[in-house]
T-cell receptor
Framework: ETGVTQTPRHLVMGMTNKKSLKCEQH?????MYWYKQSAKKPLELMFV???????ENNSVPSRFSPECPNSSHLFLHLHTLQPEDSALYLC????????????FGPGTRLTVT | GQNIDQPTEMTATEGAIVQINCTYQ??????LFWYQQHAGEAPTFLSY????GLEEKGRFSSFLSRSKGYSYLLLKELQMKDSASYLC????????????FGKGTTLSVSS
């Protein structure tokens, strides 16, 4: 596979469930990102990892917990979410955090019931 | 703080030229990006401007004026497949490495 992949592509979960989103990049990049895209709103940066180390947390609630075991993989662990957390969650990567292009994955469409 | 404005929707016909404007306010401008996003798909990179002027890439061109806080994306010889959302994003030194995105402009191309 090439580029940035995300699984699952669609997820429906209840407010008491625990689930995880997975992102994998096959580009040899060192920086990875989680974004949230809600209807009628701009893309919002959630977390930034550089060489597996978290460098930014954009005031994200603790019910979202990121994990970056290596430069190629990024997870977003979800627990006790709210209906307003329903959105498209996009993973992206770039060569470096000061790099130009960010390459996005196809996203996970999350619905919280 | 940061603020990015772009029109919500635009329409155009095949073969035409369309210009999508983006205005921004940042404390420490450090580059402007344009992305294309088809419905249900990931955003894909189109262009990057950090210095004033026009960057041309095939049918797409992007212009930047840092003094005016203004950019535009110019699409020539429009095709139906150009129907998509176009996202303007700014990197601001005050915001770390983050890209600050506008809400996007949905372009509809008709025959």
């Amino acid at each position: 596979e090439t580029g940035v992949t995300q699984t699952p592509r669609h997820l429906v979960m209840g407010m008491t469930n625990k689930k995880s989103l997975k992102c994998e990049q096959h580009l040899g990049h060192n920086a990875m990102y989680w974004y949230k895209q809600s209807a009628k709103k701009p893309l919002e940066l959630m977390f930034v990892y550089n060489f597996k180390e978290q460098t930014e947390n954009n005031s994200v609630p603790s019910r979202f917990s990121p994990e970056c075991p290596n430069s190629s993989h990024l997870f977003l662990h979800l627990h006790t979410l709210q209906p307003e957390d329903s959105a498209l969650y996009l993973c992206a990567s770039s060569q470096a955090i000061t790099g130009t292009e960010q390459y996005f994955g196809p996203g996970t469409r999350l619905t919280v019931t | 703080g940061q603020n990015i404005d772009q029109p919500t929707e635009m329409t155009a016909t095949e073969g035409a030229i369309v210009q999508i404007n983006c205005t921004y306010q940042t404390s420490g401008f450090n580059g402007l990006f344009w992305y294309q996003q088809h419905a249900g798909e990931a955003p894909t990179f189109l262009s990057y401007n950090v210095l004033d002027g026009l960057e041309e890439k095939g049918r797409f061109s992007s212009f930047l004026s840092r003094s005016k806080g203004y950019s535009y994306l110019l699409l020539k010889e429009l095709q139906m497949k150009d129907s998509a959302s176009y996202l303007c994003a700014v990197r601001d030194r005050q915001a770390g490495t983050a890209l600050i995105f506008g809400k996007g402009t949905t372009l509809s191309v008709s025959s």
